[in-house]
């Protein structure tokens, strides 16, 4: 069970049962709907694994309704304020963690799996797993260290399969560890319960359990291990 969860400024922030400490940090990073009642429930469930979960609101408040207007509240946002605040919720997330010192996981969806993307890229040492929702990235990954999970729908219309298999070579080809699951039928945003239309119950408990495992390896949380 985990904590009553905080939310304070323009993030929330969830406890493992045992409270700050307890655990490894994952960082949440949202999608171009917002930092919904969906997002709070998923870092919800990560924190009763027993990590210490944080995600940022990465709109600021805003909760777009249609594509449209996520659309246009993407156009008037400014990335380098989203840079900066991405990378400064690992380093407050990093306060609350049994190793405040150590390496945080991020997982993405959508522009937030971009976004995760390239923070483990820009600052590989404080990043120790990524899990891509799908979300992809157009950047030089020489500088990552961390491992990748992904997890895509082959009937996405969003994410190209051009700029998936793009990515995915890239990664290979620089001997990175990655993993690419491909959901079939299943359309972009299939993990998020908001999203009318699109969720898909059974391809999201599967991503979750694939999700939570990766993350168990790579922390070493349930078998007290180094982290991998």
């Not at 406890?15 to 919800?44: F, I, N, R």
């Not at 590989?124 to 260290?145: C, R, S």
Request: hydrophobic share 45%; aromatic share 8%.
């Amino acid at each position: 069970m985990s904590d009553a969860p905080s939310q304070a400024g323009q993030a929330y922030l969830v406890h493992p049962e045992g409270g700050a400490g307890a655990g490894p940090g994952v960082l949440v990073l949202h999608s171009w709907w917002g930092l919904t009642q969906g997002v709070k429930q998923w870092c919800d469930r990560l924190a009763d694994e027993g990590f210490v979960v944080l995600a940022p609101d990465l709109l600021e408040g805003n909760r777009p309704e249609t594509a449209a207007e996520a659309e246009l509240e993407l156009g008037r946002s400014d990335p380098n304020v989203t840079a900066a605040l991405v990378l400064s919720s690992i380093v407050a997330l990093r306060s609350q963690t049994d190793r405040p010192t150590g390496p945080v996981s991020i997982v993405g969806f959508s522009m937030g799996a971009s976004w995760a993307l390239w923070a483990a890229t820009r600052q590989p040492d404080p990043v120790d797993a990524v899990v891509a929702y799908y979300g992809t990235q157009h950047i030089d990954f020489a500088e990552l260290k961390a491992p990748v999970l992904g997890h895509f729908g082959s009937d996405d219309d969003i994410v190209s399969r051009d700029d998936l298999v793009e990515m995915h070579a890239h990664l290979l080809l620089l001997e990175h560890d990655v993993e690419v699951f491909d959901y079939e039928d299943k359309g972009h945003f299939f993990a998020e319960l908001d999203v009318e239309g699109a969720y898909d119950e059974e391809a999201a408990e599967l991503a979750w359990d694939r999700t939570v495992a990766f993350l168990e390896r790579v922390t070493g949380i349930r078998t007290g291990t180094e982290p991998a």
